[in-house]
């Protein structure tokens, strides 16, 4: 019986006794004075909790593990990598079934150009979450860069299975495929991946690369010209779960755009006014808050509430420099001003954007279409060639470039640009129709030809849904050959659709097109000012960018 006491005894003190601790590194506060206050206060927390945990030894070994990875979340979020190093550590090392602690820490060392470390730190987040997307890719990655696409390739073709349409995988498999010289089936790939994304800009040089190995020189400069040097983002729920952590300006702002993106408006505004009090006075985080308050008060239907905030914007711009967001307060401030009919202030709040982000795409091709449609096509021009050297794939830019020297009387130069233009984007309907209107109307006979023009029409007609503007230029095209009679027929019923439309503006000019064709003569005004617009009535996205339409 004494026996089978201390047995139970012993049974009894080793259950009431927590698990010996595995050795621990060290952690400690780093200098907090440049963080804002209210990220101090959360860091200073997190860092009572783990002290606390610490000093009570029954706290179980994956209780801690949480707080210190939570401490070192905390802080590599506010940018302190060195002190949240040996929290992911000791995180590790207290909870090793947790998957978030190595794989924070392969971030941590990728951030730092540590590629062995990182490398080795996804591999284990990997053996604990095989099926891990973001994981797969970013160890692909680092092998890729070291020129190690044979321990990539499974990687990418794992990830492939789990997520066939990620454009970060079959980007990978296409530089896996470079590096073995199989040209065809990185090009599949990565024509693959422009399919899905054609805004993913940086695989068109790995691209060119792969037509070339092919022999297709003309395909490799095309896409060449394409390129730019843009990131190419992965997926990584993880990573973002780590930008929402902080209670800051920064979180609110991360956080009010994800309702932005999903159309919930007021939601939206309810971050960013939070992030608002949080952000300190005039700084560049404070502009960006107020900019997308007034993006969600304008979606929600608020256009005088946007305007105060936009104008707040400016009215703290910076002498000068580079400032995104008092470039698009400048840009939203056009948009609403050109949707009251107002040009003159609209070009001098776009001058003023473009001089505060000249990369601003949307930017450059408003004020060029404002020059154009005010009667100064001349002074578009530069902001138009701007443009496409942003994007040469911007289809805008190289329209309305063309309708410009048009304008200018300068047809053939009108007419190579188009056909350029045409070559380089023969997915785009409206760079053909542009190039068709020119054939069929232009006063310079050396660069008319009706019958091009027609035949441009009738391929367009099998291509895309027949519109007003189409059926136009396919009357011009057959007045040009002589088929008046034709011609009238087709503009009589574009005017009775226009009317039914309620288009008054452009029955007027349609009914001035009638006349010529019913007196038998041509038309040899291609483009009416009002024909082309590129920046729209009225912001049709969020981010409040401009849009092309041919009416």
Same mark, same amino acid.
Request: aromatic content about 6%; some cysteine.
């Given at each position: 019986?004494?026996?089978?006491?201390?047995?139970?005894?012993?049974?009894?003190?080793?259950?009431g006794?927590?698990?010996?601790?595995?050795?621990?590194?060290?952690?400690?506060?780093?200098?907090?004075?440049?963080?804002d206050?209210?990220?101090?206060?959360?860091?200073?927390?997190?860092?009572?909790?783990?002290?606390r945990?610490?000093?009570?030894?029954?706290?179980?070994?994956?209780?801690?593990?949480?707080?210190?990875?939570?401490?070192?979340?905390?802080?590599?979020?506010?940018?302190?990598?060195?002190?949240?190093?040996?929290?992911?550590?000791?995180?590790?090392?207290?909870?090793?079934?947790?998957?978030?602690?190595?794989? @924070?820490?392969?971030?941590?060392?990728?951030? #730092?150009?540590?590629?062995?470390?990182?490398?080795?730190?996804?591999?284990?987040?990997?053996?604990?979450?095989?099926?891990?997307?973001?994981?797969?890719?970013?160890l692909g990655?680092? @092998?890729?860069?070291e020129?190690?696409?044979?321990?990539? !390739?499974?990687?990418?073709?794992?990830?492939?299975?789990l997520?066939?349409r990620s454009?970060?995988?079959?980007?990978?498999?296409?530089?896996?495929?470079?590096?073995?010289?199989?040209?065809?089936?990185?090009?599949?790939?990565?024509?693959?991946?422009?399919?899905?994304?054609?805004a993913?800009?940086?695989?068109?040089?790995?691209?060119?690369?792969?037509?070339?190995?092919?022999?297709?020189?003309? #395909?490799?400069?095309?896409?060449?010209?394409?390129?730019?040097?843009?990131?190419?983002?992965?997926p990584?729920?993880l990573?973002? !779960?780590?930008?929402?952590?902080?209670q800051?300006?920064?979180?609110?702002?991360?956080?009010?755009?994800?309702?932005?993106?999903?159309?919930?408006w007021?939601?939206?505004?309810?971050?960013?006014?939070h992030?608002?009090?949080?952000?300190?006075?005039?700084?560049?985080?404070?502009?960006?808050?107020?900019?997308?308050?007034?993006?969600?008060?304008?979606?929600?239907?608020?256009?005088?509430?946007?305007?105060?905030?936009f104008?707040?914007?400016?009215?703290?711009?910076?002498?000068?420099?580079?400032?995104?967001?008092?470039?698009?307060?400048?840009?939203?401030?056009?948009?609403?001003?050109?949707?009251?009919?107002?040009?003159?202030?609209?070009?001098?709040?776009?001058?003023?954007?473009?001089?505060?982000?000249?990369?601003?795409?949307?930017?450059?091709?408003?004020?060029?279409?404002?020059?154009?449609?005010?009667?100064?096509?001349?002074?578009?021009l530069?902001?138009?060639?701007?443009?496409?050297?942003l994007?040469?794939?911007?289809?805008?830019?190289?329209?309305?470039?063309?309708?410009?020297?048009?304008?200018?009387?300068?047809?053939?130069?009108?007419?190579?640009?188009?056909?350029?233009a045409?070559?380089?984007?023969?997915?785009r309907?409206?760079?053909?129709?542009?190039?068709?209107?020119l054939?069929?109307?232009?006063?310079?006979?050396?660069?008319?030809?009706?019958?091009?023009?027609?035949?441009?029409?009738?391929?367009?007609?099998?291509?895309?849904q #027949?519109?007003?503007?189409?059926?136009?230029?396919?009357?011009?095209?057959?007045?040009?050959?002589?088929?008046y009679?034709?011609?009238?027929?087709?503009?009589?019923?574009?005017?009775?659709?226009?009317? #039914?439309?309620?288009?008054?503006?452009?029955?007027?000019?349609?009914?001035?097109?009638?006349?010529?064709?019913?007196?038998?003569?041509?038309?040899?005004?291609?483009?009416?000012?009002?024909?082309?617009?590129?920046?729209?009535?009225?912001?049709?996205?969020?981010?409040?960018?401009?849009?092309?339409?041919?009416?």
């Amino acid at each position: 019986m004494r026996v089978q006491w201390l047995a139970l005894a012993g049974l009894t003190l080793s259950i009431g006794c927590a698990a010996p601790r595995p050795p621990l590194l060290p952690i400690s506060l780093p200098d907090l004075s440049r963080a804002d206050p209210s990220v101090q206060a959360q860091v200073r927390e997190q860092y009572a909790a783990v002290m606390r945990q610490m000093d009570n030894r029954r706290t179980p070994s994956g209780e801690l593990g949480l707080a210190y990875g939570r401490l070192g979340m905390v802080l590599y979020a506010a940018e302190y990598a060195d002190a949240a190093e040996p929290c992911f550590l000791d995180a590790q090392q207290l909870a090793p079934g947790e998957m978030r602690w190595p794989y @924070y820490l392969a971030h941590l060392y990728k951030d #730092k150009g540590d590629t062995r470390k990182a490398a080795a730190s996804f591999s284990r987040a990997l053996e604990l979450q095989p099926a891990d997307v973001a994981a797969l890719t970013w160890l692909g990655r680092l @092998y890729l860069d070291e020129g190690r696409g044979a321990d990539a !390739e499974p990687l990418f073709a794992r990830a492939l299975a789990l997520s066939p349409r990620s454009v970060a995988v079959l980007a990978g498999l296409g530089r896996v495929d470079l590096e073995r010289r199989e040209y065809a089936k990185a090009a599949a790939h990565l024509e693959q991946a422009l399919a899905i994304d054609p805004a993913a800009d940086s695989l068109q040089a790995p691209l060119a690369s792969a037509y070339r190995g092919l022999g297709d020189r003309d #395909k490799a400069e095309s896409h060449l010209r394409l390129w730019r040097n843009r990131e190419l983002p992965v997926p990584d729920p993880l990573r973002q !779960e780590l930008d929402l952590l902080l209670q800051s300006g920064l979180s609110d702002e991360l956080r009010g755009v994800r309702a932005l993106e999903a159309s919930r408006w007021a939601e939206a505004a309810a971050y960013f006014r939070h992030g608002l009090e949080l952000a300190r006075a005039n700084t560049p985080l404070r502009r960006s808050l107020q900019h997308k308050l007034g993006t969600a008060l304008f979606m929600s239907g608020d256009a005088p509430g946007a305007a105060v905030q936009f104008e707040e914007v400016v009215r703290w711009a910076p002498a000068g420099g580079i400032d995104e967001s008092v470039a698009k307060a400048h840009y939203s401030l056009a948009v609403l001003i050109a949707a009251r009919g107002g040009t003159g202030d609209a070009i001098g709040h776009l001058t003023a954007a473009v001089k505060y982000q000249p990369s601003y795409l949307e930017a450059q091709l408003a004020l060029a279409d404002l020059w154009r449609r005010s009667g100064h096509a001349d002074r578009a021009l530069d902001p138009y060639r701007e443009a496409v050297r942003l994007d040469p794939r911007a289809p805008q830019a190289r329209l309305g470039y063309g309708i410009a020297l048009a304008s200018l009387g300068r047809y053939q130069d009108a007419q190579d640009w188009l056909r350029e233009a045409v070559a380089l984007a023969p997915d785009r309907p409206e760079l053909a129709h542009a190039l068709a209107r020119l054939l069929a109307t232009a006063p310079d006979e050396r660069v008319r030809d009706g019958q091009r023009a027609r035949a441009m029409v009738e391929e367009l007609l099998t291509r895309q849904q #027949k519109t007003t503007a189409l059926g136009e230029t396919m009357a011009m095209a057959l007045a040009e050959l002589g088929e008046y009679g034709e011609a009238a027929a087709i503009q009589r019923d574009l005017i009775a659709a226009a009317r #039914k439309a309620g288009l008054t503006d452009a029955v007027r000019r349609m009914i001035g097109h009638l006349q010529l064709y019913e007196s038998r003569r041509p038309n040899r005004t291609p483009w009416q000012p009002d024909e082309v617009a590129i920046i729209a009535s009225a912001p049709p996205s969020p981010e409040m960018s401009g849009s092309t339409t041919l009416r």
